[in-house]
């Protein structure tokens, strides 16, 4: 009796081990198939006559930021004596890649007026996220040891019967 309940609690710790594994290889799969993305927020305090946004990008900060990121021009949100908060998504980066950005605000009589420019790098897989691929890894690797290793009551050594 004893003997299968260590049989089964061995297998358990494998299987265990390999969900772990498996759980591993899901998380770097999931990441490595991730469009990299750089995330751009911007406040205003005041958007009198202000229609909307733009957003250029060059990856060069001393460059002619002629490439417009936003499709349309980003909508005004704001009442004109209040500001709003604002959030955009550059989808069309290449990892480790450092970019420049320009935020342009576009006024209803079409004026247009450029803002410092600002930067942001794209990162493949973050940092957590390989931690946390490592730790599922050797999390499986050790219960699939374990799981191998013999039971040491699996061993007993009965003692012989004395000599007469």
């Known amino acids: 009796m004893y003997w299968?309940?260590?049989?089964?609690?061995?297998?358990?710790?494998?299987?265990?081990g390999l969900l772990w594994?498996?759980?591993s290889l899901i998380i770097v799969g999931t990441?490595?198939?991730r469009q990299p993305t750089i995330q751009i927020s911007w406040v205003t305090e005041t958007e009198f006559d202000t229609a909307g946004f733009n957003i250029y990008r060059d990856t060069d900060?001393?460059?002619?930021?002629?490439?417009?990121?936003?499709?349309?021009l980003i909508p005004s949100q704001a009442e004109p004596d209040s500001g709003a908060s604002y959030q955009f998504t550059d989808n069309n980066?290449?990892?480790?890649?450092?970019?420049?950005?320009?935020?342009?605000?576009?006024?209803?009589?079409?004026?247009?007026?450029?803002?410092d420019i600002f930067?942001?790098?794209?990162?493949s897989i973050p940092p957590n996220i390989i931690f946390l691929a490592i730790a599922s890894a050797i999390t499986?690797?050790?219960?699939?040891?374990?799981?191998?290793?013999?039971?040491?009551?699996?061993?007993k050594h009965t003692p012989s019967s004395p000599l007469p």
Do not use: C, M, W
Request: glycine share 6%; hydrophobic share 35%.
């Open 4 to 16: 299968q309940k260590t049989i089964s609690s061995s297998r358990f710790l494998t299987f265990l």
């Open 21 to 23: 594994l498996l759980l």
């Open 31 to 33: 990441e490595f198939g």
């Open 61 to 72: 900060p001393n460059g002619s930021f002629t490439h417009q990121v936003n499709e349309q």
């Open 93 to 115: 980066v290449e990892p480790g890649t450092i970019y420049y950005y320009r935020l342009e605000d576009v006024e209803f009589n079409n004026t247009r007026e450029q803002h």
């Open 119 to 123: 930067n942001g790098e794209a990162t």
């Open 140 to 155: 499986g690797i050790f219960l699939i040891i374990i799981s191998l290793r013999p039971s040491p009551s699996a061993h």
